[in-house]
Protein backbone atom coordinates (compact mmCIF):
# COMPACT_ATOMS: atom_id res chain seq x y z
CA UNK A 1 0.00 0.00 0.00
CA UNK A 2 0.88 3.48 -0.72
CA UNK A 3 2.40 5.99 1.87
CA UNK A 4 0.41 8.42 0.43
CA UNK A 5 -2.66 6.84 1.77
CA UNK A 6 -4.15 7.24 4.91
CA UNK A 7 -5.39 3.77 5.57
CA UNK A 8 -3.92 0.25 6.95
CA UNK A 9 -3.32 -3.02 5.08
CA UNK A 10 -5.27 -4.16 7.78
CA UNK A 11 -8.25 -1.57 7.71
CA UNK A 12 -8.26 -2.48 3.70
CA UNK A 13 -8.67 -6.08 4.41
CA UNK A 14 -11.40 -5.82 7.00
CA UNK A 15 -13.34 -3.75 5.24
CA UNK A 16 -13.19 -5.75 2.27
CA UNK A 17 -14.37 -8.90 4.23
CA UNK A 18 -17.30 -6.73 5.63
CA UNK A 19 -18.69 -5.66 2.12
CA UNK A 20 -17.77 -9.73 0.83
CA UNK A 21 -19.85 -10.73 4.01
CA UNK A 22 -22.60 -8.70 2.71
CA UNK A 23 -22.32 -10.43 -0.99
CA UNK A 24 -21.11 -6.63 -1.99
CA UNK A 25 -17.45 -7.57 -2.48
CA UNK A 26 -17.19 -6.11 -5.94
CA UNK A 27 -17.21 -2.86 -5.25
CA UNK A 28 -13.44 -3.44 -5.23
CA UNK A 29 -12.88 -4.92 -8.08
CA UNK A 30 -10.63 -1.99 -9.73
CA UNK A 31 -8.88 -2.01 -6.44
CA UNK A 32 -5.44 -2.14 -7.77
CA UNK A 33 -5.53 -0.22 -10.64
CA UNK A 34 -6.65 3.08 -8.60
CA UNK A 35 -4.03 5.45 -7.87
CA UNK A 36 -3.13 6.20 -4.01
CA UNK A 37 -5.63 9.38 -4.24
CA UNK A 38 -8.42 7.15 -5.09
CA UNK A 39 -8.02 4.75 -3.19
CA UNK A 40 -8.72 6.88 -0.46
CA UNK A 41 -11.83 8.44 -1.72
CA UNK A 42 -13.46 5.11 -2.64
CA UNK A 43 -12.10 3.54 1.10
CA UNK A 44 -13.91 6.67 2.37
CA UNK A 45 -16.82 6.41 0.12
CA UNK A 46 -17.38 2.52 1.56
CA UNK A 47 -16.01 3.09 5.30
CA UNK A 48 -18.83 5.91 5.52
CA UNK A 49 -21.65 3.40 3.85
CA UNK A 50 -24.01 0.81 6.13
CA UNK A 51 -23.74 -1.93 3.61
CA UNK A 52 -25.97 -4.14 5.99
CA UNK A 53 -28.45 -1.89 6.08
CA UNK A 54 -28.68 -1.05 2.09
CA UNK A 55 -29.16 -4.83 1.76
CA UNK A 56 -31.98 -4.89 4.43
CA UNK A 57 -33.76 -1.72 2.55
CA UNK A 58 -33.53 -3.47 -0.87
CA UNK A 59 -34.31 -6.68 0.61
CA UNK A 60 -37.91 -4.88 2.70
CA UNK A 61 -38.22 -2.75 0.03
CA UNK A 62 -38.66 -5.76 -3.04
CA UNK A 63 -40.96 -7.91 -0.54
CA UNK A 64 -43.25 -5.16 -0.16
CA UNK A 65 -43.14 -4.21 -3.92
CA UNK A 66 -43.80 -8.38 -4.51
CA UNK A 67 -47.01 -7.92 -1.88
CA UNK A 68 -48.54 -4.91 -3.27
CA UNK A 69 -48.56 -6.06 -7.21
CA UNK A 70 -49.72 -9.85 -5.85
CA UNK A 71 -52.54 -7.80 -3.70
CA UNK A 72 -51.58 -9.92 -0.83
CA UNK A 73 -50.64 -6.58 0.89
CA UNK A 74 -53.98 -4.84 -0.05
CA UNK A 75 -55.73 -2.99 3.01
CA UNK A 76 -59.08 -1.24 3.17
CA UNK A 77 -58.93 2.24 2.19
CA UNK A 78 -60.97 4.31 4.53
CA UNK A 79 -62.03 7.91 5.22
CA UNK A 80 -60.10 9.76 8.08
CA UNK A 81 -62.20 9.41 11.41
CA UNK A 82 -63.86 12.33 12.68
CA UNK A 83 -62.07 12.34 16.09
CA UNK A 84 -58.48 13.20 13.72
CA UNK A 85 -59.82 16.24 11.82
CA UNK A 86 -60.79 19.30 12.11
CA UNK A 87 -60.54 22.62 9.76
CA UNK A 88 -59.97 26.87 10.48
CA UNK A 89 -61.92 26.94 7.33
CA UNK A 90 -64.95 29.41 8.74
CA UNK A 91 -63.85 28.85 12.28
CA UNK A 92 -62.30 31.94 13.31
CA UNK A 93 -62.62 31.42 17.19
CA UNK A 94 -60.72 27.75 16.86
CA UNK A 95 -58.09 29.56 14.68
CA UNK A 96 -57.45 32.18 17.33
CA UNK A 97 -57.41 29.78 19.84
CA UNK A 98 -54.77 27.69 18.76
CA UNK A 99 -53.06 30.34 17.45
CA UNK A 100 -52.68 31.87 21.43
CA UNK A 101 -51.30 28.05 22.13
CA UNK A 102 -48.55 28.07 19.58
CA UNK A 103 -47.87 31.82 20.21
CA UNK A 104 -47.28 31.05 23.85
CA UNK A 105 -45.23 27.67 22.79
CA UNK A 106 -42.91 29.87 20.18
CA UNK A 107 -42.27 32.61 23.05
CA UNK A 108 -41.32 29.81 25.52
CA UNK A 109 -38.84 28.74 22.82
CA UNK A 110 -40.42 25.27 22.72
CA UNK A 111 -40.66 25.68 18.48
CA UNK A 112 -37.93 24.59 15.73
CA UNK A 113 -38.60 24.51 12.24
CA UNK A 114 -36.92 21.84 9.39
CA UNK A 115 -37.10 22.60 5.69
CA UNK A 116 -36.55 20.24 3.54
CA UNK A 117 -34.62 22.67 0.45
CA UNK A 118 -32.51 19.76 -1.04
CA UNK A 119 -34.20 19.94 -4.78
CA UNK A 120 -32.64 22.05 -7.59
CA UNK A 121 -34.85 24.22 -9.91
CA UNK A 122 -34.03 22.68 -13.18
CA UNK A 123 -37.70 22.67 -14.26
CA UNK A 124 -37.58 26.25 -13.38
CA UNK A 125 -34.80 26.59 -15.75
CA UNK A 126 -32.20 27.06 -13.15
CA UNK A 127 -29.51 25.46 -11.73
CA UNK A 128 -29.66 27.50 -8.49
CA UNK A 129 -31.10 25.44 -5.36
CA UNK A 130 -35.01 26.10 -5.64
CA UNK A 131 -35.10 28.21 -2.27
CA UNK A 132 -32.90 30.74 -4.30
CA UNK A 133 -35.51 31.40 -7.00
CA UNK A 134 -37.16 34.46 -7.90
CA UNK A 135 -40.84 34.11 -8.72
CA UNK A 136 -40.89 37.52 -9.99
CA UNK A 137 -42.35 39.65 -6.94
CA UNK A 138 -41.50 43.37 -6.80
CA UNK A 139 -39.05 42.97 -4.47
CA UNK A 140 -37.48 40.07 -6.24
CA UNK A 141 -37.12 38.24 -3.00
CA UNK A 142 -36.00 34.60 -3.19
CA UNK A 143 -38.28 31.77 -1.30
CA UNK A 144 -35.68 31.41 1.23
CA UNK A 145 -35.82 35.42 2.22
CA UNK A 146 -39.48 35.58 2.45
CA UNK A 147 -39.61 32.36 4.77
CA UNK A 148 -36.43 33.61 6.59
CA UNK A 149 -38.69 37.51 6.98
CA UNK A 150 -41.39 35.08 8.58
CA UNK A 151 -39.41 33.65 10.92
CA UNK A 152 -38.26 37.24 12.24
CA UNK A 153 -41.57 38.76 12.22
CA UNK A 154 -43.17 35.54 14.12
CA UNK A 155 -40.34 35.96 16.88
CA UNK A 156 -40.96 39.71 17.10
CA UNK A 157 -45.10 38.91 17.55
CA UNK A 158 -44.10 36.25 19.71
CA UNK A 159 -42.47 38.70 22.29
CA UNK A 160 -45.30 41.40 21.99
CA UNK A 161 -47.95 38.53 22.82
CA UNK A 162 -45.68 37.41 25.36
CA UNK A 163 -44.73 40.79 26.91
CA UNK A 164 -40.83 39.55 26.22
CA UNK A 165 -37.78 41.83 25.56
CA UNK A 166 -36.92 42.41 22.30
CA UNK A 167 -34.94 39.87 20.70
CA UNK A 168 -35.09 36.63 23.33
CA UNK A 169 -37.38 34.74 21.28
CA UNK A 170 -35.86 32.43 18.79
CA UNK A 171 -36.96 30.02 16.09
CA UNK A 172 -33.99 27.54 14.88
CA UNK A 173 -34.09 26.99 11.22
CA UNK A 174 -32.95 23.60 10.35
CA UNK A 175 -32.14 23.66 6.50
CA UNK A 176 -32.07 20.34 4.94
CA UNK A 177 -29.50 20.69 1.66
CA UNK A 178 -28.76 17.71 -1.11
CA UNK A 179 -25.26 16.74 -1.68
CA UNK A 180 -24.87 19.38 -4.70
CA UNK A 181 -27.30 22.24 -3.23
CA UNK A 182 -25.33 22.67 0.54
CA UNK A 183 -22.45 24.84 -0.95
CA UNK A 184 -24.71 26.96 -3.32
CA UNK A 185 -27.37 27.30 -0.32
CA UNK A 186 -24.94 27.98 2.48
CA UNK A 187 -23.02 30.75 -0.05
CA UNK A 188 -26.50 32.57 -0.97
CA UNK A 189 -27.13 33.08 2.61
CA UNK A 190 -23.94 34.49 3.62
CA UNK A 191 -24.29 36.45 0.43
CA UNK A 192 -27.62 37.81 1.87
CA UNK A 193 -26.57 37.92 5.80
CA UNK A 194 -28.27 35.30 6.46
CA UNK A 195 -31.64 37.38 5.74
CA UNK A 196 -31.42 39.29 8.70
CA UNK A 197 -31.35 36.31 11.41
CA UNK A 198 -28.91 35.61 13.43
CA UNK A 199 -26.76 32.60 11.97
CA UNK A 200 -26.41 30.61 14.80
CA UNK A 201 -29.74 29.58 14.94
CA UNK A 202 -29.61 28.50 11.31
CA UNK A 203 -28.11 24.85 10.95
CA UNK A 204 -27.55 23.18 7.84
CA UNK A 205 -27.28 19.81 7.25
CA UNK A 206 -27.31 17.08 3.99
CA UNK A 207 -30.03 14.61 3.01
CA UNK A 208 -28.95 11.44 2.67
CA UNK A 209 -27.97 9.19 -0.18
CA UNK A 210 -28.43 5.38 -1.03
CA UNK A 211 -26.08 3.68 -3.39
CA UNK A 212 -27.97 3.17 -6.91
CA UNK A 213 -28.48 -0.66 -6.87
CA UNK A 214 -28.93 -3.71 -9.85
CA UNK A 215 -32.34 -5.60 -10.04
CA UNK A 216 -30.59 -8.11 -7.79
CA UNK A 217 -29.72 -5.89 -4.89
CA UNK A 218 -25.65 -5.27 -6.18
CA UNK A 219 -24.13 -2.05 -6.13
CA UNK A 220 -23.54 -0.78 -8.81
CA UNK A 221 -20.41 1.81 -9.56
CA UNK A 222 -20.28 4.51 -11.31
CA UNK A 223 -16.14 5.33 -11.80
CA UNK A 224 -13.51 2.71 -10.62
CA UNK A 225 -12.99 4.71 -7.69
CA UNK A 226 -16.67 5.65 -6.78
CA UNK A 227 -20.30 4.47 -6.19
CA UNK A 228 -23.32 5.61 -7.93
CA UNK A 229 -25.57 6.76 -5.38
CA UNK A 230 -28.63 9.01 -5.40
CA UNK A 231 -30.78 10.70 -3.06
CA UNK A 232 -32.95 8.83 -0.71
CA UNK A 233 -36.12 11.05 -0.54
CA UNK A 234 -37.61 13.59 1.14
CA UNK A 235 -37.78 10.67 3.95
CA UNK A 236 -34.39 10.80 4.17
CA UNK A 237 -34.81 13.52 6.49
CA UNK A 238 -35.15 10.84 9.69
CA UNK A 239 -31.84 9.85 8.72
CA UNK A 240 -30.39 13.11 8.14
CA UNK A 241 -31.41 14.46 11.40
CA UNK A 242 -29.12 11.65 13.62
CA UNK A 243 -26.14 12.13 11.29
CA UNK A 244 -23.15 14.64 12.26
CA UNK A 245 -23.87 18.09 10.81
CA UNK A 246 -20.12 17.94 9.73
CA UNK A 247 -17.18 15.54 9.70
CA UNK A 248 -15.99 18.21 12.41
CA UNK A 249 -18.42 17.41 14.91
CA UNK A 250 -20.53 14.72 16.38
CA UNK A 251 -23.59 17.57 17.16
CA UNK A 252 -26.45 16.02 14.94
CA UNK A 253 -29.97 17.76 14.71
CA UNK A 254 -31.62 15.82 17.18
CA UNK A 255 -28.89 16.47 19.85
CA UNK A 256 -29.14 20.36 18.80
CA UNK A 257 -32.71 20.49 19.30
CA UNK A 258 -32.87 18.72 22.30
CA UNK A 259 -29.46 21.34 23.94
CA UNK A 260 -32.47 24.06 22.94
CA UNK A 261 -34.86 22.48 24.80
CA UNK A 262 -37.29 22.44 21.97
CA UNK A 263 -40.35 20.09 22.07
CA UNK A 264 -42.22 20.83 18.83
CA UNK A 265 -41.20 20.96 15.28
CA UNK A 266 -42.65 22.36 11.91
CA UNK A 267 -41.52 20.71 8.49
CA UNK A 268 -42.13 21.86 5.18
CA UNK A 269 -41.30 21.82 1.66
CA UNK A 270 -38.87 24.51 0.30
CA UNK A 271 -41.27 25.24 -2.78
CA UNK A 272 -44.48 27.09 -1.58
CA UNK A 273 -44.85 30.53 -1.32
CA UNK A 274 -47.45 30.40 0.90
CA UNK A 275 -45.83 28.51 3.76
CA UNK A 276 -46.59 29.86 7.13
CA UNK A 277 -43.53 29.04 8.99
CA UNK A 278 -43.67 27.66 12.24
CA UNK A 279 -47.39 28.35 11.79
CA UNK A 280 -48.51 29.00 15.64
CA UNK A 281 -52.30 28.11 14.41
CA UNK A 282 -50.95 24.52 12.87
CA UNK A 283 -48.68 24.58 16.32
CA UNK A 284 -51.11 25.05 18.84
CA UNK A 285 -53.60 22.79 17.08
CA UNK A 286 -51.28 19.71 17.46
CA UNK A 287 -50.11 20.56 21.12
CA UNK A 288 -53.96 20.90 22.31
CA UNK A 289 -54.69 17.48 20.41
CA UNK A 290 -52.17 15.81 21.98
CA UNK A 291 -50.55 14.81 18.55
CA UNK A 292 -46.74 13.17 18.02
CA UNK A 293 -47.66 13.90 14.17
CA UNK A 294 -49.70 15.61 12.81
CA UNK A 295 -50.43 17.18 9.23
CA UNK A 296 -51.83 20.21 7.46
CA UNK A 297 -54.08 19.82 4.50
CA UNK A 298 -55.98 21.46 2.17
CA UNK A 299 -59.17 20.84 0.39
CA UNK A 300 -59.54 18.81 -2.73
CA UNK A 301 -60.81 20.69 -5.43
CA UNK A 302 -62.79 18.23 -7.89
CA UNK A 303 -62.64 14.20 -7.43
CA UNK A 304 -60.47 13.66 -10.42
CA UNK A 305 -57.80 16.04 -8.61
CA UNK A 306 -54.32 14.13 -9.03
CA UNK A 307 -52.97 14.89 -5.39
CA UNK A 308 -52.39 12.09 -3.03
CA UNK A 309 -54.86 12.37 0.37
CA UNK A 310 -54.17 11.98 3.83
CA UNK A 311 -56.17 8.80 4.88
CA UNK A 312 -56.41 5.32 6.59
CA UNK A 313 -54.74 2.42 4.94
CA UNK A 314 -55.63 -0.59 7.22
CA UNK A 315 -56.32 1.57 10.24
CA UNK A 316 -52.81 3.20 10.19
CA UNK A 317 -52.40 6.72 8.80
CA UNK A 318 -51.04 6.75 5.27
CA UNK A 319 -51.09 9.09 1.89
CA UNK A 320 -53.21 7.59 -0.52
CA UNK A 321 -51.82 8.34 -4.15
CA UNK A 322 -54.45 9.39 -6.33
CA UNK A 323 -53.64 6.19 -8.49
CA UNK A 324 -55.02 3.99 -5.28
CA UNK A 325 -58.74 5.26 -5.22
CA UNK A 326 -61.31 3.61 -7.20
CA UNK A 327 -63.90 6.14 -8.96
CA UNK A 328 -66.88 5.45 -5.93
CA UNK A 329 -63.97 6.24 -3.62
CA UNK A 330 -63.03 9.31 -5.13
CA UNK A 331 -66.50 10.52 -5.41
CA UNK A 332 -67.53 9.10 -1.76
CA UNK A 333 -69.68 12.29 -0.27
CA UNK A 334 -69.11 12.44 3.66
CA UNK A 335 -73.08 12.49 4.98
CA UNK A 336 -72.23 14.54 7.45
CA UNK A 337 -71.06 17.63 5.90
CA UNK A 338 -71.54 16.87 1.87
CA UNK A 339 -67.63 17.26 1.06
CA UNK A 340 -65.91 14.58 -0.43
CA UNK A 341 -64.78 11.86 2.14
CA UNK A 342 -61.80 11.53 0.64
CA UNK A 343 -60.55 15.64 0.80
CA UNK A 344 -57.41 15.95 2.54
CA UNK A 345 -54.88 16.53 -0.20
CA UNK A 346 -51.39 16.31 1.58
CA UNK A 347 -48.86 19.30 1.00
CA UNK A 348 -45.46 17.77 2.53
CA UNK A 349 -46.78 20.52 5.32
CA UNK A 350 -45.80 18.53 8.94
CA UNK A 351 -45.67 18.94 12.35
CA UNK A 352 -43.83 16.44 15.19
CA UNK A 353 -42.55 16.15 18.52
CA UNK A 354 -39.43 16.25 19.30
CA UNK A 355 -39.91 12.67 21.19
CA UNK A 356 -41.29 11.28 17.55
CA UNK A 357 -38.55 12.29 15.99
CA UNK A 358 -35.86 10.32 18.23
CA UNK A 359 -38.23 7.11 18.03
CA UNK A 360 -37.64 6.87 14.11
CA UNK A 361 -34.58 5.10 14.20
CA UNK A 362 -35.98 2.33 16.51
CA UNK A 363 -38.96 1.00 13.81
CA UNK A 364 -37.04 2.52 10.64
CA UNK A 365 -36.34 -0.66 9.40
CA UNK A 366 -39.96 -1.65 9.23
CA UNK A 367 -40.58 0.98 6.55
CA UNK A 368 -39.97 0.21 2.88
CA UNK A 369 -38.57 2.67 0.46
CA UNK A 370 -39.97 3.06 -2.91
CA UNK A 371 -38.46 1.59 -5.73
CA UNK A 372 -37.89 3.77 -8.51
CA UNK A 373 -36.62 1.79 -12.01
CA UNK A 374 -33.89 4.18 -13.81
CA UNK A 375 -31.41 4.45 -16.42
CA UNK A 376 -28.57 4.17 -14.89
CA UNK A 377 -24.71 4.79 -15.80
CA UNK A 378 -22.14 2.74 -14.47
CA UNK A 379 -18.70 0.82 -15.03
CA UNK A 380 -18.70 -2.39 -16.42
CA UNK A 381 -17.23 -4.59 -14.12
CA UNK A 382 -15.47 -6.77 -16.79
CA UNK A 383 -14.59 -4.21 -18.96
CA UNK A 384 -13.88 -1.38 -16.90
CA UNK A 385 -15.55 0.72 -19.12
CA UNK A 386 -18.82 3.15 -18.65
CA UNK A 387 -22.14 1.87 -20.13
CA UNK A 388 -25.06 4.24 -20.68
CA UNK A 389 -28.00 1.84 -20.66
CA UNK A 390 -30.79 2.58 -23.19
CA UNK A 391 -33.59 0.73 -20.49
CA UNK A 392 -33.85 0.73 -16.83
CA UNK A 393 -30.77 -0.89 -15.39
CA UNK A 394 -31.48 -0.89 -12.07
CA UNK A 395 -33.10 0.91 -9.02
CA UNK A 396 -32.87 4.23 -6.94
CA UNK A 397 -34.43 3.98 -3.51
CA UNK A 398 -36.57 6.71 -1.76
CA UNK A 399 -38.70 7.17 1.26
CA UNK A 400 -40.91 9.82 1.32
CA UNK A 401 -41.44 12.25 4.50
CA UNK A 402 -45.28 10.70 5.16
CA UNK A 403 -43.71 6.90 5.22
CA UNK A 404 -43.47 7.22 9.31
CA UNK A 405 -47.52 8.29 10.03
CA UNK A 406 -48.39 4.63 10.41
CA UNK A 407 -45.96 4.74 13.01
CA UNK A 408 -47.51 7.52 15.05
CA UNK A 409 -49.36 6.91 18.24
CA UNK A 410 -51.47 10.34 17.95
CA UNK A 411 -51.99 11.65 14.15
CA UNK A 412 -54.49 14.53 13.98
CA UNK A 413 -54.93 16.18 10.33
CA UNK A 414 -55.88 20.08 10.01
CA UNK A 415 -57.64 21.61 6.92
CA UNK A 416 -56.70 25.10 6.20
CA UNK A 417 -57.94 27.09 3.52
CA UNK A 418 -55.70 26.45 0.20
CA UNK A 419 -55.43 30.46 -1.23
CA UNK A 420 -54.17 31.18 1.70
CA UNK A 421 -51.86 28.55 2.77
CA UNK A 422 -50.60 26.70 -0.72
CA UNK A 423 -48.82 27.34 -3.75
CA UNK A 424 -46.38 25.44 -4.76
CA UNK A 425 -43.65 25.94 -7.09
CA UNK A 426 -43.24 23.01 -9.66
CA UNK A 427 -43.10 23.70 -13.13
CA UNK A 428 -41.47 25.82 -15.75
CA UNK A 429 -42.60 29.41 -16.15
CA UNK A 430 -45.78 29.70 -18.76
CA UNK A 431 -47.12 26.36 -18.07
CA UNK A 432 -50.16 27.94 -16.77
CA UNK A 433 -50.57 26.07 -13.43
CA UNK A 434 -47.97 25.75 -9.60
CA UNK A 435 -45.53 27.90 -11.98
CA UNK A 436 -43.93 31.31 -10.97
CA UNK A 437 -46.57 33.47 -12.54
CA UNK A 438 -49.29 31.84 -10.42
CA UNK A 439 -46.71 31.47 -6.93
CA UNK A 440 -46.76 35.31 -7.77
CA UNK A 441 -50.11 36.17 -8.29
CA UNK A 442 -51.40 33.79 -5.20
CA UNK A 443 -48.71 36.13 -3.28
CA UNK A 444 -50.03 39.31 -4.36
CA UNK A 445 -53.64 38.24 -4.01
CA UNK A 446 -52.98 37.31 -0.69
CA UNK A 447 -51.12 40.61 0.62
CA UNK A 448 -54.29 42.21 -1.19
CA UNK A 449 -56.73 40.46 0.97
CA UNK A 450 -54.13 41.27 4.30
CA UNK A 451 -55.06 44.93 3.47
CA UNK A 452 -59.31 44.94 2.06
CA UNK A 453 -59.55 42.36 5.21
CA UNK A 454 -57.93 45.09 7.52
CA UNK A 455 -60.17 48.00 6.23
CA UNK A 456 -58.45 49.47 3.22
CA UNK A 457 -59.10 50.03 -0.14
CA UNK A 458 -56.39 49.72 -2.78
CA UNK A 459 -57.06 50.72 -6.37
CA UNK A 460 -57.95 48.34 -8.78
CA UNK A 461 -54.54 49.09 -10.56
CA UNK A 462 -52.38 49.15 -7.88
CA UNK A 463 -50.20 46.47 -6.86
CA UNK A 464 -49.00 46.26 -3.60
CA UNK A 465 -46.37 43.61 -2.20
CA UNK A 466 -46.58 43.22 1.67
CA UNK A 467 -42.77 42.29 3.33
CA UNK A 468 -43.34 39.47 5.68
CA UNK A 469 -41.58 41.35 8.14
CA UNK A 470 -44.57 43.65 8.61
CA UNK A 471 -46.86 41.50 8.57
CA UNK A 472 -46.89 37.68 9.05
CA UNK A 473 -50.69 36.65 8.53
CA UNK A 474 -52.38 39.80 8.33
CA UNK A 475 -51.64 41.28 11.28
CA UNK A 476 -50.21 44.78 12.23
CA UNK A 477 -52.25 46.29 9.63
CA UNK A 478 -54.59 48.37 11.79
CA UNK A 479 -53.83 51.84 11.30
CA UNK A 480 -55.00 50.78 7.50
CA UNK A 481 -58.51 50.94 8.60
CA UNK A 482 -60.42 53.65 6.30
CA UNK A 483 -57.45 54.43 3.92
CA UNK A 484 -57.18 54.18 -0.04
CA UNK A 485 -54.20 53.39 -1.38
CA UNK A 486 -53.59 53.95 -5.04
CA UNK A 487 -50.28 53.32 -5.88
CA UNK A 488 -48.49 50.13 -6.63
CA UNK A 489 -44.97 49.47 -4.42
CA UNK A 490 -43.37 48.00 -1.96
CA UNK A 491 -44.23 48.12 1.76
CA UNK A 492 -41.35 46.65 4.03
CA UNK A 493 -42.80 48.85 6.66
CA UNK A 494 -46.34 51.09 7.82
CA UNK A 495 -44.20 54.38 6.73
CA UNK A 496 -43.27 52.67 3.20
CA UNK A 497 -47.08 51.94 2.92
CA UNK A 498 -48.05 55.23 3.93
CA UNK A 499 -46.65 56.19 0.91
CA UNK A 500 -48.34 54.65 -1.69
CA UNK A 501 -51.97 55.87 -1.10
Same mark, same amino acid.
Given at each position: ???????????????????????????????????????????????????????????????????????????????????????????????????????? !?? +????? &?? *??? #?????????? %????????????????????????????????????????????????????????????????????????????????????????????????????? !?? +????? &?? *??? #?????????? %????????????????????????????????????????????????????????????????????????????????????????????????????????????????????????????????????????????????????????????????????????????????????????????????????????????????????????????????????????????????????????????
Amino acid at each position: MSSTTNQSEIDISSLKRRFEAAGQGHVFQFWSTLSPEEQSALYAQLQALDVERVNRIWQISVEAEKEASSGLAQEEIEPLPENAFDTIVGAPDKEAEWRAIGLK !AI +AAGQV &GV *LLM #AGGQGTRLGS %SDPKGCYDIGLPSHKSLFQYQAERIARLQSVAEREAGAPEGSVVIPWYVMTSGPTRKPTVDFFKRHNYFGLDPKNIIFFEQGTLPCLTMDGKILLDTPSRI !AV +APDGN &GG *LYA #ALRAPLSSET %STTVLSDLASRNISYIHAYCVDNCLVRVADPTFIGFSISKGADVAAKVVRKCYPTESVGVVALRGEKFGVIEYSEISKAQSELRDKKTGELAFRAANIANHFYTLDFLKQVESFEDQMAFHIARKKIPHVDLASGSLVKPSSPNGMKLEMFVFDVFPFAKSMMVLEVERKEEFSPLKNAPGTGSDDPETSRKDLLAQQLRFLENAGAQVASDAEIEISPLLSYAGEGLENVKGRSFARSGIAENLESLDALQ
